[in-house]
């Protein structure tokens, strides 16, 4: 890669952050695809390497502010961090063994089926 990538990647980390300060994602919201659309990678490449972006305490600053206004309920983001552990470990192995076709597709479906959730969702529930 030049040095030219190595900056829009180092701006795409930072977009990442911003949208993961922002919305509560990043990783795969903009990484994946950015890296597959832009960047030419794989989209196991793209998978793997934005999991190494997370590997790091990235969201630790925006985690702080959060904290600050009294939005982060800890016991659920630990029990949800279990769970990220375990399940990135048994779904990589998942996604390795598909074909690059079906990766992407399954990829796709996922934000489509997601943003029609949210687009057609009339009301939101109050979380007590």
């Known amino acids: 890669m030049s040095h030219i990538q190595y900056a829009g990647i180092a701006i795409l980390g930072l977009?990442?952050?911003?949208?993961?300060?922002l919305f509560g994602v990043g990783g795969g919201a903009l990484i994946?695809?950015?890296l597959v659309l832009i960047?030419?990678?794989?989209?196991?490449?793209?998978?793997g390497t934005s999991l190494v972006a997370l590997l790091l305490p990235v969201g630790l600053l925006g985690v702080i502010?959060?904290?600050?206004?009294?939005?982060?309920?800890l016991v659920a983001g630990l029990i949800?961090?279990?769970g990220l552990f375990i399940g990135a470990y048994f779904g990589a192995g998942w996604a390795n063994k598909l074909d690059?076709?079906?990766?992407?597709?399954?990829f796709g479906l996922f934000f489509i089926l997601l943003g029609l959730k949210f687009i057609l969702t009339k009301q939101t529930l109050q979380h007590q």
């Not at 960047?39 to 998978?47: L, P």
């Not at 502010?65 to 309920?73: C, T």
């Open 39 to 47: 960047f030419g990678f794989t989209q196991h490449d793209a998978q």
């Open 80 to 82: 949800i961090a279990a």
């Open 100 to 106: 690059e076709i079906w990766l992407k597709r399954a």
């Open 65 to 73: 502010r959060y904290w600050k206004e009294g939005h982060v309920n």
């Open 15 to 21: 977009a990442a952050g911003l949208l993961s300060g």
């Open 32 to 34: 994946i695809p950015v």
